[in-house]
């Protein structure tokens, strides 16, 4: 019996048929109880990866992505847009009923009040613009991460 055991190298090489086995290394195989069961369960290994179902990159996922960037429709944004509507219509009727009225009644307005009236409706469509981006910001985070745990 040969005393000098087979490398573990040369044990995954000789189990994963990547190199030829010799009559020598045989034997030892078949007289070295340690060898003999290293060998055995590199074998094992070998065919249970081989058993392995394949790993497929999810051909969706270009798919699943656009539909996380894109805007979820949703009811509320449906009623904002019936409510623009609304108010634009509510407006265009009041100004050809009322507008020489309403312009009699700004002019004689003092400036402070002119001023509050002009910044209203700018300061709130400045502070939804900044809503949107903070929205629009936090959304790509969150597909960043989920695309980063996809790819590890
Ligand atoms: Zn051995």
Redesign the pocket.
């Known amino acids: 019996m040969?005393?000098?055991?087979?490398t573990e190298e040369k044990l995954q090489a000789l189990a994963d048929k990547a190199e030829r086995t010799t009559a020598l290394e045989m034997q030892?195989?078949a007289?070295?109880?340690?060898?003999?069961i290293?060998f055995e369960n590199y074998q094992l290994i070998n065919s249970t990866l081989q058993q392995l179902p394949q790993v497929a990159f999810d051909p969706d996922l270009a798919d699943h992505i656009v539909a996380m960037v894109k805007p979820q429709r949703s009811a509320i944004h449906w009623a904002a847009f019936i409510a623009a509507i609304l108010g634009g219509i509510l407006v265009m009727v009041s100004t050809v009923l009322y507008g020489k009225q309403f312009f009699a009644f700004f002019i004689q307005l003092p400036y402070i009040l002119r001023y509050f009236f002009a910044l209203i409706p700018l300061s709130f469509i400045s502070v939804q613009t900044v809503l949107f981006f903070l929205h629009h910001q936090q959304k790509m985070k969150t597909v960043k991460e989920k695309t980063d745990y996809l790819a590890t």
Do not use: A, P
Not at 2 to 6: A, D, E, Q, T
Not at 31 to 36: D, L
């Open positions: 040969n005393s000098v055991h087979l030892h195989i007289n070295c109880m340690e060898c003999r290293k």
